[in-house]
């Protein structure tokens, strides 16, 4: 039974969360998945399918104990003393290396073989020494070598198979990487989809009630619907260079990596001035109608971040986070299709843990192990996410607070903008106060005096709005005092805490 390993090893010993509490989901042991499996597969009974054949052969723990009954773990023999520290420590005592130790190490003995060939291990070589200058060619290690040494004729990359090396974290970091979506994982679409939605019925359905919310048919005067294939955008910015991670990489450099790239983090374009370097990629969208009112325009260059063009390969988007500074999104898909799973403000997603203060979250390290630990979690919560597959031309509205989590399942081009209208505007600037705020506060140099301006240069374009949003508070708060409120009845509405990042 080739893939049933997916019911008792890929669930527990890999990864455990920064917070001690990440709740690991128990299994059983069933045989699993073993070197000589090299074809691409599929489980029928659990609608798995994989990519490829696990990379040198690792097999998970459980093949040990029950497949293979009497074999003796390489992974152990082969580290000698070393074999008593866990597998997330080998390689952090590994990521210290340089690339010419590592090479060295690999040829010591089978187990340092497969742990220094660890792709992660390359990847960060490869973005701390060569940034985003680098062609992609086909494995981290490769593009390491072929960067580095320019006249190595290699023919290919060469991957020995070792029998016997057993280890659930390994193995894991491979499954995460060739999983495909299951099906169940796409079935469940409970969102709210609407079409031809004036903007006074979008206030006062969705954005008053900070309910989320999928708009179709809103893009169709998009230049960029027409327009934006990877094809266009290489020849008109084929050569400029776009936040990748933690690197600025040439955007046709990036697609050549994203087309032969298959790995459990892929790196996602992400990238918050495109429109000041392309400025014809500015002039080809606009904001939907039920987003023009942004009231942090009127900072006008000091505003923070706020819009973005996201690129991307199948497998790659946002782990949960909830938006910056308390503002509402939209996130209008150009071509390919996203997968969203929503939580309301107060309900945390599973295997999530943000710090008291919110500075800091931590959760699994990658998005399909969150659908393989987490997601089942979700389906005996009384409040369940909300979730969809938003496809291209579809806009996704995402409120104040909630968190979210995205992963593309194709190739994907996006726009996102957060903006800050009338209905989040009081949310926002108690956010921007609070004591902490040089922590909290994203997409700004001016973190500590981003409040003060804001609320400052409100005053002068809009006078007298925040004294009557003030006032309407305080009338629907008292108004609602008794009675059951909108969250009570269906979801939640207080502010989390949250870590933007990608």
């Known amino acids: 039974m080739p893939n049933s390993l997916l019911a008792s090893n890929l669930r527990n010993r890999r990864r455990r969360s920064k917070s001690k509490r990440q709740k690991l989901i128990q299994n059983q042991h069933e045989p699993a998945l073993t070197e000589e499996e090299e074809e691409e597969e599929e489980d029928e009974g659990n609608g798995f399918k994989l990519k490829t054949s696990a990379k040198h052969g690792v097999q998970p723990l459980g093949n040990l104990y029950f497949v293979n009954k009497g074999a003796v773990n390489v992974r152990n023999t082969g580290l000698g003393n070393l074999h008593v520290l866990t597998d997330e420590l080998v390689l952090e005592i590994l990521a210290l290396l340089d690339a010419a130790h590592l090479g060295v190490l690999s040829t010591v003995t089978k187990s340092f073989y497969v742990f220094a060939n660890h792709e992660p291990l390359w990847r960060n ?92 048919g809103c893009l169709d005067d998009w230049g960029a619907v027409k327009k934006w294939s990877k094809e266009y955008l290489s020849d008109v910015a084929g050569d400029v260079e776009f936040a990748v991670g933690p690197v600025e990489m040439k955007l046709e450099n990036y697609f050549k990596y994203s087309d032969g790239v298959t790995e459990e983090r892929p790196l996602y374009l992400f990238d918050p001035k495109f429109a000041e370097k392309v400025p014809v990629l500015d002039s080809e969208y606009e904001a939907p109608v039920y987003f023009r009112e942004d009231l942090f325009s009127v900072l006008g260059n000091e505003r923070p971040d706020y819009r973005w063009i996201i690129i991307g390969p199948s497998g790659s988007g946002s782990s949960f986070h909830i938006d910056p500074n308390s503002t509402s999104a939209w996130n209008a898909v150009i071509t390919g299709s996203k997968k969203w799973v929503l939580f309301p403000p107060d309900v945390v997603p599973p295997g999530v843990h943000p710090s008291p203060d919110g500075a800091e979250v931590a959760c699994p390290v990658s998005i399909m192990e969150w659908f393989m630990n987490f997601y089942g979690d979700t389906r005996s919560w009384k409040k369940r996410p909300v979730e969809c597959v938003c496809k291209a031309g579809e806009v996704m509205f995402v409120p104040n607070g909630w968190w979210h989590l995205v992963i593309n399942l194709e190739e994907s081009i996006a726009i996102t903008q957060n903006y800050v209208s009338r209905r989040n505007l009081l949310n926002v600037l108690e956010f921007l106060k609070k004591p902490n705020a040089k922590e909290l506060v994203s997409g700004t140099n001016d973190r500590e005096n981003l409040h003060d301006k804001f609320k400052k240069a409100i005053e002068e374009a809009y006078p007298g709005t925040i004294q009557e949003l003030e006032k309407k508070a305080e009338e629907k708060r008292i108004a609602e005092e008794q009675k059951v409120t909108f969250w009570d009845a269906a979801t939640d509405s207080k502010s989390g805490a949250f870590k933007f990042s990608f």
Request: hydrophobic residues 40%; proline residues 3%; glycine residues 4%.
């Open 125 to 216: 070589l490869v973005l701390e020494e060569l940034k985003g200058d680098f062609l992609f060619a086909g494995s981290w290690r490769s593009t390491y070598v072929s960067a580095s040494h320019p006249k190595f004729q290699s023919s290919g990359e060469s991957v020995l198979k070792i029998r016997d090396f057993y280890s659930d974290y390994l193995f894991q970091s491979w499954l995460c990487a060739n999983l495909e979506m299951k099906r169940e994982w796409l079935e469940r679409d409970n969102i709210t989809r609407v079409r031809g939605l004036s903007v006074e019925e979008f206030i006062t359905n969705f954005e008053e009630p900070n309910k989320p919310v999928l708009l179709e």
